[in-house]
């Protein structure tokens, strides 16, 4: 039996406390629909509403989920070189590969409820395509859809050059549909990537903040980052002492 829409009262040894509305859900209006025999249109209304109500919650939750997540993902490194010479010239860059960003992103999201899947297509004489949805448990997800040409450098049979093309699209939609950032390895940092804090500093102002029950979207905001990892090396001692005073209440 559902309770009703009003305010109840709260008892306490001392006696009663403030009244503290209970909020009224369309689910909760379709029962006593259903209860006191509405017709049936109203109840495909209240149905309709319902299912409205309980998509804007996933949405809201997905959103609040993806903000903290990037809160806490570091910076991905480059951990892979290619260097060849063809009749083109040298080819020389670093990259990313796919298992070192899963490997950093997968427990974070897993934290928040979100994880991700690919969708592919191979079709004869059109461009693979990639899909990367990421959901979060509530229900809500978002995709973003890439495409490109065989990659058929190399020595690579066909099957190779669909499956080469597949791995740089799962990172690419990866990349694109987290907002991950992306640096050089610790042997090549950039001026600008050196000041920023250590990913020990990272995981240390992480911990802190889940010790003391800050609010990570909060936090960056206030420091004007987009995550944490991107927090300047000068306001680290700025950012212990921020934590450590919500801890003290002050």
């Not at 059109?126 to 190399?154: F, K, M, N, Q, Y």
Request: with cysteine.
């Amino acid at each position: 039996m559902s309770l009703p829409a009003e305010n109840i009262r709260e008892f306490e040894p001392g006696g009663l406390v403030a009244a503290a509305p209970i909020p009224v859900t369309p689910m909760d209006m379709l029962n006593r629909a259903v209860s006191s025999g509405a017709s049936l249109e109203m109840v495909e209304k209240l149905m309709t509403l319902q299912e409205r109500w309980k998509n804007s919650q996933a949405l809201e939750a997905f959103n609040e989920a993806m903000a903290a997540a990037k809160a806490e993902i570091p910076t991905i490194t480059k951990n892979r070189e290619v260097d060849f010479t063809s009749a083109k010239g040298r080819t020389n860059y670093r990259y990313e590969d796919l298992g070192n960003i899963a490997k950093t992103v997968q427990p974070i999201l897993a934290k928040y409820g979100l994880s991700y899947r690919y969708r592919a297509t191979s079709n004869v004489n059109e461009p693979v395509t990639v899909t990367c949805i990421v959901s979060h448990r509530l229900g809500h997800h978002e995709e973003i859809t890439l495409a490109a040409g065989r990659d058929e450098s190399g020595n690579k049979n066909s099957i190779q050059a669909v499956g080469s093309t597949i791995t740089y699209l799962q990172r690419m939609t990866l990349k694109a549909a987290l907002g991950l950032a992306v640096s050089n390895d610790d042997d090549g940092k950039s001026s600008d990537e050196a000041d920023k804090i250590s990913q020990d500093q990272v995981e240390q102002l992480i911990a802190l903040a889940d010790e003391v029950g800050a609010d990570k979207r909060a936090f960056c905001q206030y420091f004007k980052v987009d995550g944490i990892a991107q927090l300047p090396a000068k306001e680290f001692n700025r950012a212990v002492a921020a934590l450590n005073k919500k801890r003290s209440g002050k």
